[in-house]
C-alpha cells in the first residue's frame, strides 16, 4: 500500500462518480465538501447539487470549472483564488479524479473533459499538453 494511499482514504460513504471524456475514456470521482481538499495530484471538478438531475452529466451534480494540481493541499493564492471563484459560481463540492502520472497526462484529461463539460472556455483551467 503506497503512503498516498494511506493518507488521501476517500471518505466513508461517498461513491464514484464516472465521467467519459470525449475520448470516449472514463475517469473515476469522488466527491468531497469544497473545505475539504484532500491531499496529492488531481484533476478537479467545481460543482454544484443539479437543479435538473435528468440532464445533469452525473445525475446529481452540475460541472462548474475544472482543473488540474500537482497537489490539492497547496496553500498557494492561486488554489484560494480558484476556490473564491469556484464560491462565487455556486459551487459547493470539489469532484476528484486522482492522478500521479504528471501535468502532461492531467492537462490531457482536462481537455478530453473539458470537450464533453460544456464549460465556458475560462471554466477549463488547463492548457493541453503540445503533442
Partial sequence: ???LHDVCKTPPGQAVITIQGSSAA???????????APC??????????S????RSMTSYWEPL???ETGGMRDRS???????????????????????GRGTDIR???VADLGAVLSLP??????????A
Fill in 26 to 36: 472514463l475517469y473515476g470521482f469522488t466527491a468531497f465538501p469544497l473545505e475539504d
Fill in 121 to 130: 472556455r475560462n471554466r477549463v483551467l488547463s492548457q493541453p499538453a503540445a
Fill in 77 to 99: 493564492d492561486a488554489r484560494h483564488e480558484r476556490i473564491a471563484e469556484a464560491r462565487r459560481l455556486g459551487a459547493t463540492h470539489m469532484l476528484i479524479h486522482f492522478c
Fill in 40 to 49: 496529492g495530484a488531481a484533476i478537479y471538478i467545481f460543482a454544484r447539487p
Fill in 107 to 109: 492537462r490531457r484529461i
Fill in 1 to 3: 500500500m503506497s503512503i
Fill in 65 to 67: 470549472l475544472v482543473g
Fill in 51 to 54: 437543479d435538473s438531475p435528468q
